[in-house]
């Protein structure tokens, strides 16, 4: 969102004041790739954060401490990826279908916070195929077990989910600027003001 604001394509809106720079003509595979590299380092930045103030906080005594952090980052990686991804085919209803498929259906999917036991085929079949499932048996296998056969399965599964979220925003992105859909129309692209010295009167 404030890649999309600085480049001109979304206005800015911080408390009650708004500004919409104009317009920066990149490309679409140039703008997925921008918002890829910092996206995927903040996630798994944010997922280490996260994993260490889980440990720390519960005083949980982890079998695997030092992978269970670095799962918990590629997770949260791989995670913003596949965001990244479906904004990039679906646009503004991408950040729906995210929150969908990895929050409201993923998280109660997952086996965490319900037993997979407790869901009905059709659901428990859909669980295994999001990621959240994977992340959380891995988690409980790097706290309270040796790493096993649930964490391993998990790694190929979050790497998976990460290449191949790179893999469909890039040729999404290469199509769309292939066929011509720009993101902004061709008046929209205006020359940004240069900020210099203000004008000095002179005299008649």
């Known amino acids: 969102m404030m890649l999309d604001s600085r480049l001109g ?22 703008t997925f790739l921008a918002k890829s590299l910092p996206g995927a ?3 798994f930045a944010a997922g280490v954060v996260v994993s260490l103030l889980c440990l720390a906080i519960t005083e949980a005594d982890a079998t695997d401490a030092a992978q269970f952090v670095l799962f918990g980052g590629a997770a949260c990686a791989s995670v913003t990826l596949v965001t990244l991804a479906l904004f990039a085919a679906l646009g503004a209803p991408g950040q729906v ?6 929050t409201l259906l993923g998280i109660p999917l997952s086996g965490a916070a319900l037993p997979v036991e407790a869901l009905p085929a059709a659901l428990d079949t859909l669980g295994g195929l999001l990621p959240a ?3 959380a048996a891995a988690a409980r296998s790097l706290l309270f077990f040796r790493s096993g056969d649930a964490s391993a399965r998990a790694w190929l599964v979050v790497a998976g989910y990460g290449v ?27 020359t940004r003001p240069v900020s210099g010295p203000d004008p000095v009167a002179v005299p008649s």
Request: aromatic share 6%; proline share 5%.
């Open 97 to 102: 279908v995210a929150l969908l498929l990895l």
């Open 133 to 135: 499932r994977h992340i």
């Open 41 to 43: 380092v903040m996630g």
């Open 9 to 30: 394509y979304v206005p800015l809106e911080v408390g009650p004041r708004r500004r919409q720079l104009p317009a920066v003509r990149i490309s679409r595979t140039a």
């Open 164 to 190: 191949g979220a790179l893999l469909v925003g890039l040729g999404v992105s290469r199509l769309y600027d292939r066929k011509g859909f720009h993101r902004a129309a061709e008046h929209e692209f205006r």
